[in-house]
């Protein structure tokens, strides 16, 4: 195990984080917990609901209990590339003029990529090398993007005027696919009265960790343990999606690689030093179900992929 921290250690200090983060986000505790495992498994997510569920205020809370850059990129039609990515401009030097490349907001450890399925295709292209390799060619160069680096991108249901679907590439690169759903009665009345009884009623986040402490936490995620038979089980669930009657397609090798690490980081949350299979179909849908696409026939029987991800379980 790391040097800096052990599982209880770890645990504590991410718990503390879920505190922070319980002190402006009523309820989601389960979505929270999610996101939590792509933060400690070095992994992007995307969140999908509709407006007003408070998705944005969520992930802007996650970045400020950790000591990392931020930045934000609200995504419209006319959002180009470059808008992304940075660009090179002309910049006077005394006598002379040159060329200053400006980056642009993917250079931050945290990207909050706003309502990303609002963007036009080319433009959502210009995250997939930033999300695969780490870095962005602009400019003619390649620059490398500061680590750790996280994607953390919300999108409403496509099925909404205005939306592009996400290319399957790009899902592929998301480590999880969170779907958030509106509050209870109570959590909404809670929600109200939080929110409405001052002018900013949101209070200061603490930080909770480092990058430093962060990418020690990371590390120990890898280094714990789990049984072949439980490491197979999640390899044959991968396996089964390929087949499966009711799936036009299935999940690549990413996804399992995802469920493993996914289920080491779920295990530490719940601080034990071991991956149990409860680990695992705890990650299982939301590393899944936007990596699946379900045929035309259970489409129209109404047929979900999380339906064929529990049946396969």
Do not use: W
Not at 141 to 167: H, K, S, W
Not at 245 to 261: F, H, Q, T
């Amino acid at each position: 195990m790391s040097d800096q921290f052990d599982v209880e250690t770890a645990s504590a200090m991410v718990e503390r984080i879920e505190a922070e983060i319980g002190e402006r986000i009523v309820g989601q505790e389960a979505v929270v917990r999610r996101l939590l495992v792509c933060l400690l498994t070095d992994g992007n997510a995307l969140l999908e609901g509709t407006p007003g569920l408070g998705k944005t205020l969520l992930i802007r809370t996650l970045a400020e209990a950790v000591d990392l850059s931020f930045a934000r990129i609200q995504n419209t039609p006319d959002l180009m590339p470059s808008d992304i990515t940075g660009t090179e401009v002309i910049r006077e030097s005394g006598d002379d003029r040159v060329f200053v490349f400006e980056e642009g907001p993917v250079f931050a450890n945290v990207v909050l990529a706003d309502e990303i399925n609002r963007a036009t295709p080319k433009t959502q292209a210009a995250l997939l090398e930033a999300m695969a390799e780490g870095q962005v060619t602009a400019g003619g160069e390649t620059r490398e993007l500061p680590a750790p680096f996280f994607v953390l991108a919300t999108q409403n249901p496509i099925d909404q005027e205005g939306t592009y679907p996400l290319p399957e590439a790009q899902r592929d690169r998301f480590e999880m696919k969170i779907t958030i759903e509106p509050p209870s009665f109570e959590e909404e009345l809670a929600i109200v009265d939080r929110y409405t009884g001052t002018i900013d009623p949101a209070p200061p986040v603490e930080t909770v960790l480092s990058g430093d402490e962060l990418r020690a936490i990371q590390e120990l995620v890898r280094q714990v343990p789990i049984a072949d038979d439980i490491s197979e089980r999640a390899v044959r669930l991968v396996a089964d999606t390929r087949e499966a009657d009711r799936l036009e397609y299935g999940a690549s090798p990413r996804a399992s690689m995802a469920l493993v690490v996914g289920a080491k980081a779920h295990a530490l949350l719940e601080g034990r030093t071991y991956v149990s299979e409860a680990d695992l179909e705890a990650i299982a849908r939301p590393a899944l179900r936007h990596r699946v696409v379900v045929d035309f026939r259970a489409e129209r029987d109404g047929v979900t992929p999380d339906d064929v991800i529990e049946a396969l379980l």
